[in-house]
């Protein structure tokens, strides 16, 4: 497979001015943890896979032991008339030349099905591992801030200070140059584990955009097992951090 | 060399239905192992040389002084009628489009011959130093599990969990587009070592799958010698350890 | 996007004979202070847009939370008579091969415009946090150097020792095939910090070179807020040390 | 520029059964100090230079501070009748596969000027600061083996065992497609510094090739100055070990 691979599972297929959510892994992996739900929830039904010497030379196994080459994928589904597609995957390019060719790629798919919006969705690590509840937006044209804070979405000041770096970041920049409007929601995270937490944020604001209310159970559960993880290691920092205190405190009674 | 060549030892070669066994550098070398030791054992003839720029620039020096640059090699045999391929080499693609180039390249090559099913063999690391005997199996069809099972293959659900990375996995992908068969059986092995233990546990699965008992005696041979090494290290482990733990005490009876 | 995209903003540019100042990122973004201060100051027009798939995959976000795809641009304005090119941008290639691409692009465009000088401007690392005034010269023609001498620029034998990398260097060599006289003029800095001093000092040269003085308030404004930065590094540095010491003396007091 | 670029700086050369040395940076720079000697000891005329964008965008910097584009050169001499070629440069490239492409051209070259033998020179590490005299040796074709030991060149069974990396051995490969014969000798040297004495071993070797004996006083020197940069290193080392003794002995009495 010397070029990318476009298999196309359904023909003929014709969507009425659909949006477009995508979800790649990143940071908290909280896009794909959306999107997922989503083609879940909305019995998303898959319209192409997409294979290419830009993702790892991997496959993954499956639960009964067969695998299948990592991939990218888009899926479809319709809520209350409106029609939606979904890029969903295993890994970004891993390359950045297979960035710009791969964005490329699913924009002439986007444009194929005559997608009039695109929302990415990733994470937005603040380093912290208290929780702070917040979806923060960038956008390619200035007249979707307005909107967006309406349906709960922050926008701070120049932030994220350094741009927005991966598959995210980049159809935003690509899109405005096909004059497809675009707009990356990150759900605030720590950034040191998958955040389902922080995919509930951003399923609020999808809940705002699509005028539905998206059943969370099974985000709710994978955050609350989350939790406890993150639990488990903060009480673990704590003991570690107090341990050296008291080490401190006997080399300082030592040394004097 | 700007592109790979293939260079063909003996024209007009005509397999009947050849299984394809592949080698390649990997974890504990335990593919590596089991296909050279097929090599020698069955006396297979080699039919092709291939080499790429996607491997390093690297010529490997001979006994005698002499070099060959590095590549990956075609061996056929015949075993009770039954013609086998094997696909062995020095390394794998050093980039990921590399890889998957080369992948499709093999499978031309094994099509070409027929090939009715393909064998990657590799090692799943343990992470521990005991050894564990056992080979673990992963197939692009769900109808192989049984068979192998009965060839003493074990399948654990969802196992590896990170995927199968590198030509061992990518190729079990690329069968599929091609149904063409294809299982990966890995040894498990500590993956700190070269691993010829490991190698001899697929060696008895292969003899199942062949329905021969292939001698194992040049194996054993060196599995004794890894033997003593990892003794060697285990040993130096624990003198470590335990003045590690001397150590430990002088410190707690001094601050107390 | 598989390949480089230029975007022309205005057709039928016709300058008379340009010099051109480049100045991308780079040790302590001393070229890319002085191309946006020129810019700011000269109000430059943009006349091109650059992106290539051999930039990172990245958007940067502007204040209002709009964001732009990651490029380089070319400027023009005009001094007393002189015309004016300047490249600017938000990154160097990620990629050798890519370097030298570019690199050839630039320099296409540059002769269209007819171009008969470029001037690349980046930062000379001193290694050492205490600022040393001076912009060290090369050149890829030996006439230079004594017209840049009158404009203050120093010439040390041999220096920079490792030559230079990066578009600024690069350029110079690249000038060489087309006959189109190059000089680099490198601002001394410590090499840890975005520095706005060592900027101005480049400024200054520049000044000379083009017969006028550019006002130098928004660099100085920067440079004095850098210096507060730069104190206080050190004072902790210092801090540090002196800790350091006692330990030190506390560790040879206990040890006798 | 996105191809590799071949300049010939003279037309119509026409030699007559040319040998040639090959002397790239790699380990100790061994390679690159002896062909460098050979071309200002023989009167190397430059034919051709060879830009490429597999090398790193680096210019040199002269000792007047005008710059010269990062490369691979051919030269050519006479000794006693005997045509000589000789490729000397900066770098090797900086890809795999720009290894590959640039290995071919550089033996396109070499078949046009019908060059019957290639010796690439390098270093041959011990990892041991004490020097060995020797240059080991590998060849493309066993019958060089006797002819090499005669002029001095040492050859271990199966050594370098993990091959030879980087052009002076690809080319040895790429060679025997070839069939032009070529043999890598290797000086030994310690690999962690600049190496002229190990360069003066190779030259040895290679007055007997050539059946003459050139002036080493520039090596000599070389190697006397690197000596002294040896010798405090290893004083630096002696009392640090020494030091690191004494207070193994401190801790020990302590934790007594």
């Known amino acids: 497979m010397k ?45 192409i896979e997409i294979y290419s010497p830009h993702f790892p030379p991997q496959v993954l196994v499956n639960k009964d032991n067969t695998i299948r080459l990592a ?38 798919l986007a444009e194929d099905f005559g997608v009039s919006r695109v929302y990415t969705l990733g994470g937005f690590p603040t380093g912290e591992f208290n929780y702070n509840e917040g979806v923060i937006g960038a956008v390619n044209n200035i007249e979707f801030v307005k909107e967006l804070e309406e349906h709960g979405v922050e926008f701070r000041e120049n932030e994220p200070g350094n741009g927005i770096v991966g598959a995210s970041g980049l159809l935003l920049g690509l899109c405005k140059f096909r004059n497809i409007g675009a707009a990356c929601l990150m759900g605030l995270t720590s950034g040191y584990i998958v955040d389902p937490k922080s995919a509930q944020s951003i399923m609020r604001v999808i809940d705002k955009i699509l005028g539905i209310e998206i059943d969370e159970e099974a985000l709710e559960e994978r955050a609350k097992e989350m939790e406890k993880v993150v639990e488990k290691i903060k009480t673990m920092k704590e003991q570690q951090d107090s341990k050296q205190l008291t080490q401190k405190d006997e080399d300082i009674n030592y040394i004097i």
Chains 1, 2, 3, 4 share one sequence.
């Open 3 to 47: 070029e990318t691979e476009v298999i196309r599972l359904k023909e003929d297929v014709h969507l009425n001015n659909p949006i477009m959510f995508v979800g790649l892994p990143g940071v908290g992996h909280v896009g794909k943890l959306v999107v997922e739900h989503l083609i879940e929830n909305l019995e998303g039904e898959k319209l």
């Open 71 to 108: 991939n990218n994928e888009i899926y479809t589904c319709n809520i209350n008339g409106q029609d939606i597609l979904i890029l969903a995957g295993d890994h970004q390019s891993s390359t950045n030349q297979g960035h710009y060719e791969l964005g490329d790629l699913y924009l002439d």
